[in-house]
């Protein structure tokens, strides 16, 4: 079990620009969360995927956000023309469905935008 | 709606201290509620949890109690440790499968 894994770890790119991250949740959860994390804030939820479905999106999730995880396993998330009101920690956190209290989360990945 | 609401911090404490860090919520229904760390340069880390009223979750010499009556689920140690160091986020889990966290409390422990 090697854990949440997130990459890239840091992204810096320019207002305007689409970037892409990709989570990869532990192999048996079939749970999988996406939140955003700005500086002295806690996490605020984005999306949730159950298998490969999405069951959940968040207000905050604008139509310039997507997420997909087309085969149940990872998943990425999708930012297109970027603003500098992006630029924040983005986690993913998985878990299993038969105790979906409990999410183990990645390390994040951080966004940056000039 | 759903909302925590926790104890700003920094806080700093000496070695061997008692800690308290206030939570309290806003929800809908009946939420299971729970305590997360956050440890220099790594992940979010689950620390306890209690799904129902009067519930303690207990982790690592950590404690808190889900009191229904007064919506607070505060996290204690008896005596911290330089270890502890860390940023702890409270957080619900309503009806559906979203999470609501805190803005989180910064704890330094000084030897």
């Known amino acids: 079990d090697t854990g949440v894994s997130q990459d890239p770890r840091h992204k810096i790119t320019k207002r305007g620009q689409n970037v892409t991250f990709r989570c990869d949740p532990i192999s048996e959860h079939n749970r999988l969360y996406w939140y955003r994390q700005t500086l002295g804030q806690g996490p605020e939820f984005l999306t949730y995927f159950q298998n490969e479905a999405q069951l959940e999106k968040s207000r905050l999730l604008s139509d310039r956000f997507s997420a997909e995880r087309p085969k149940g396993s990872f998943s990425t998330l999708e930012i297109q023309r970027t603003e500098q009101g992006d630029s924040a920690m983005y986690l993913c956190?998985?878990?299993?469905?038969?105790?979906?209290?409990?999410?183990?989360f990645g390390p994040g990945t951080r966004l940056t935008v000039t | 709606g759903n909302s925590v609401t926790q104890m700003e911090g920094p806080v700093t404490l000496s070695e061997e201290a008692f800690l308290t860090i206030n939570c309290t919520y806003t929800a809908t229904g009946y939420p299971s509620l729970f305590w997360y760390v956050q440890y220099p340069g790594e992940g979010l880390q689950l620390l306890l949890k209690a799904t129902k009223a009067d519930d303690k979750g207990s982790n690592k010499g950590f404690e808190a109690t889900y009191r229904k009556e007064t919506t607070s689920f505060h996290l204690e140690k008896g005596s911290v440790q330089v270890s502890d160091s860390a940023v702890y986020f409270c957080a619900l889990r309503g009806t559906g499968n979203q999470f609501y966290f805190g803005t989180g409390t910064s704890l330094t422990v000084i030897p």
């Open positions: 956190a998985s878990s299993l469905g038969s105790d979906s209290n409990e999410q183990y």
